[in-house]
T-cell receptor, first 115, second 113 residues
Framework: AAGVIQSPRHLIKEKRETATLKCYPI?????VYWYQQGPGQDPQFLIS???????DKGSIPDRFSAQQFSDYHSELNMSSLELGDSALYFC??????????????FGPGTRLTVL | AQSVTQLGSHVSVSEGALVLLRCNYS??????LFWYVQYPNQGLQLLLK??????LVKGINGFEAEFKKSETSFHLTKPSAHMSDAAEYFC???????????FGQGTELSVKP
């Protein structure tokens, strides 16, 4: 079965640079979530989109922005990168018609290292 | 606001022994509860979920969890640990469909031969 695809899997950037992370949800999933997992930390919710509209916002820095496109893929844009942005970034997707469970399916993550 | 607390950041068991990972939640409304497993340098894989149906939930790899409203708990158990169970385990909660997951701090499970 198709899973959530994230690209790139690994990314190395310098401080103050910009990074773009991409997420391709499971086919027919209309909701995308972004999470950030720092070293030794639990995943923290950043932002989510439902049907191409922002549906919720968490602890996402103003330097970050995201959007969901017409084909439901999503991109997380990160500018003025800081050392503290080094983390594993997960994308998850779900279907608005998932019944009573709202199960989120996670991608493998993008490991961002800021030097 | 809802939250999740996992007791014990590290749990070590012997192969073949009972696995018990503790999770307590706080929510003002009936929650959806999940257990995820994360192997080193990998993503999150769903083990099992509670969605207000049966209170005893069976998941993959022989894991199960019991929702106890009176104790606000959703502890994860496995009768007999296997070496391949060594990983990080996260308990998570959300309260509505389409909602963000709130994760506990995680419990690292080690399995000794």
């Amino acid at each position: 079965a198709a899973g959530v695809i994230q690209s790139p899997r690994h990314l190395i950037k310098e401080k103050r640079e910009t990074a773009t992370l991409k997420c391709y949800p499971i086919p027919r999933h209309d909701t995308v979530y972004w999470y950030q997992q720092g070293p030794g930390q639990d995943p923290q919710f950043l932002i989510s989109f439902y049907e191409k509209m922002q549906s919720d916002k968490g602890s996402i820095p103003d330097r970050f922005s995201a959007q969901q496109f017409s084909d439901y893929h999503s991109e997380l844009n990160m500018s003025s990168l800081e050392l503290g942005d080094s983390a594993l970034y997960f994308c998850a997707s779900s279907s608005g018609l998932a019944g009573d469970s709202n199960e989120q399916f996670f991608g493998p993550g993008t490991r961002l290292t800021v030097l | 606001a809802q939250s999740v607390t996992q007791l014990g950041s590290h749990v070590s068991v012997s192969e073949g022994a009972l696995v018990l990972l503790r999770c307590n939640y706080s929510s003002s409304v009936p929650p959806y509860l999940f257990w995820y497993v994360q192997y080193p340098n990998q993503g999150l894989q769903l083990l099992l979920k509670y969605t207000s149906a049966a209170t005893l939930v069976k998941g993959i790899n022989g894991f199960e969890a019991e929702f106890k409203k009176s104790e606000t708990s959703f502890h994860l158990t496995k009768p007999s640990a296997h070496m391949s169970d060594a990983a990080e385990y996260f308990c998570a909660v959300n309260i509505n469909q389409g909602g963000k997951l709130i994760f506990g701090q995680g419990t690292e499970l080690s399995v000794k031969p």
